[in-house]
């Protein structure tokens, strides 16, 4: 099993840039399709991006597409998330997970499919 550790989280004002960094240990990352998730008080977990293993292929949640970029660095054991262009209603726990997988060339978009999970950071958008 992975470890999953969130950081780069904050507060920022509205329009602003965040970098949240992934940082994995136990197991290597080029294993794992990795995402990014979201939960906002009182709203359920949402799946904000997530990658193939390769990092060839990647989706976006509508809300966040083309303002976000999921990216990794499987020699390094990490995923980010660049946030820019960030508004108020982004504000949430955002939370890394990921999940082993034989292919290189899909990713998950369902929460229930991803076994390993960080403990979330918090982003705050102030407007």
């Known amino acids: 099993q992975v470890q999953l550790v969130e950081s780069g989280g904050g507060l920022v004002q509205a329009g602003g840039s965040l970098r949240l960094s992934c940082a994995a240990s136990?197991?290597?990352?080029?294993?794992?399709?990795m995402a990014w998730f979201r939960q906002a008080p009182g709203k359920e977990r949402e799946l904000v991006a997530a990658i193939t293993r390769s990092g060839g292929s990647t989706y976006y949640a509508d809300s966040v597409k083309g303002r976000f970029t999921i990216s990794r660095d499987n020699a390094n054991d990490a995923v980010y998330l660049q946030m820019n262009s960030l508004k108020p209603e982004d504000t949430a726990v955002y939370y890394c997970?990921?999940?082993?997988?034989?292919?290189?060339?899909?990713?998950?978009?369902?929460?229930?499919?991803?076994?390993?999970w960080g403990q979330g950071t918090q982003v705050t958008v102030s407007s």
């Open positions: 997970a990921g999940r082993t997988s034989i292919s290189s060339i899909i990713y998950y978009r369902e929460e229930k499919l991803y076994t390993d």
């Open positions: 136990g197991r290597t990352l080029g294993s794992y399709v």
